[in-house]
Structures are given as C-alpha cells and as structure tokens.
C-alpha cells in the first residue's frame, strides 16, 4: 500500500507539474458520505486511471471534480486555479469534460443535432471533419436518431460531442462498459490517438485489461480513498495486489 504522506504529495517538478490536483476530496449524496479524503494527481498530456470495484466512489470522484456533487469539501486545483467552488458551468469553461457512464444521448436529436448540442467553450475544438477521422461510423449515421445507434456508436458519439467543445481534459466513466471487444480496441486507439494530440484523460474503468492498454498511472480506490498507486512500468511487480483489490 502507498503511505497516505505520498500520496499526499503534490507531482515532483522533475515529473512535471499537476495539471489536476485533487487534495482531501469529500462528497456526500445526502447523509450518505462517499468520498473519505481522495487524494491525486494527473499531469499535462498523461492517461490516468482510477481503478476500484463497484461502489469505490470513483464515479462520485469525477462527478465532483466537475461540480455536479451537491455537498463537497477539500481542494481540486486545475491548470493553477482553486475550481473546488466553481459551478460546473464554469469548470467546463476551463476547459474540463465528463463524459459519463450512461452517456447522455438524446433520443429526439439526431447524431448530428446531439454533436452540435453542447457549446464550444475552448477555440480549440475538433471539427467535424476530424471526429470523422476518429470515429467514421458516426459520418454515415448523422441522420439516425441519437438512440437508434449501437452501444459502441453511442459510446463514439458521446465522446465525439465533448471533443467538439475544445475541452483538453477528459474524464470518461467506464467508456467500454458493455460493449463488444472489437469496439473496445477502437475506443483504445481513439485514447491512444488523443493522447498524442495533446489531451489529458482521467478513466474510470473495471475492466483493468483494456486500461493496462491506455494508461500510464493507475489510482486504486477503495471505501472513497486512494489506497495505492503505481505507473504502468510497475504493473507486472504489483499483479498480486491487483488482483487482490479489484478481485480479478
């Protein structure tokens, strides 16, 4: 187990700077009290994963980073600035999105009309064009209606629809859940691809196999604390763990 000063510790400069920086996060839905001091950080440009099983809380972790957790305290820094009271609206103007496990699509839009739903709030989103490049089902389906695609489509397109914002963080919550193994190596590829293209992701994922592909750091959570931590170089020397914690 990481020793809670560690994890603690704010990145080293020589690692790079925190561009998300998330210090003694509490969440509470109602009296119910999730979250019990989260502690993380993810850098500019790396894949970071949140690992735990069911119930953890590392949906609520994500929720709350975004402002969408009612009753929350503790520090979430991001590109410098405190944003632990900012309204969702405001962090998503900063550049943060989440696209969430059950993916949001409306079933009376079109795939187009559910693209061009959300506003753009950085100058830097990706055109039509390139989400094509990325997911060029979607091209062909632009006229369907939002919940007459496939789960893998749906999956595409809620990711293609934050892309279009011009966010440069992203937070996806278990963006394989449910779908078949050839679309899961392709929403891989598209993770791989953004990364290069200069994105930041914080993953939520169960299915460890498909993260070991993508990440580069892993957070364990457990009873809504980090308990453990390590980067990809480090999976093989810590299975044993691994398997213990997520009981695979």
């Not at 009309?113 to 062909?140: A, C, K, T, Y």
């Not at 993770?191 to 994922?205: C, N």
Request: with cysteine; hydrophobic share 40%.
């Amino acid at each position: 187990m990481v020793e809670a000063t560690t994890l603690d510790r704010p990145a080293s400069s020589a690692a790079g700077a925190a561009l998300l920086s998330v210090r003694d996060l509490q969440a509470w839905y109602g009296e119910s009290h999730i979250l019990h001091g989260m502690n993380f950080d993810v850098r500019e440009g790396e894949v970071v994963t949140l690992l735990g099983r069911n119930g953890a809380g590392k949906t609520t972790t994500l929720k709350s980073v975004m402002g969408i957790v009612a009753k929350r305290s503790g520090s979430v820094t991001f590109d410098g600035s405190d944003i632990s009271r900012a309204s969702s609206d405001k962090i998503a103007r900063r550049g943060i999105a989440f696209c969430p496990e059950e993916r949001g699509i409306f079933a009376s839009l079109d795939v187009r009309e559910n693209l061009m739903l959300p506003p753009q709030v950085q100058p830097s989103g990706l055109s039509l064009d390139q989400i094509f490049e990325l997911f060029p089902n979607l091209r062909e389906r632009l006229k369907s209606q939002g919940t007459k695609l496939s789960g893998g489509e749906q999956q595409m397109l809620a990711i293609a629809r934050i892309l279009r914002t011009g966010a440069r963080f992203l937070m996806l919550d278990e963006p394989t859940e449910g779908l078949a193994p050839v679309i899961i190596q392709q929403i891989g590829a598209t993770i791989a691809r953004l990364k290069k293209q200069g994105f930041t992701i914080l993953l939520v994922e169960q299915n460890f196999r498909f993260a070991a592909t993508v990440a580069d750091r892993y957070y364990v959570v457990e009873h809504g604390k980090i308990i453990d931590g390590f980067a990809t170089s480090e999976l093989e020397a810590n299975m044993d763990k691994l398997h213990t914690y997520l009981g695979v």
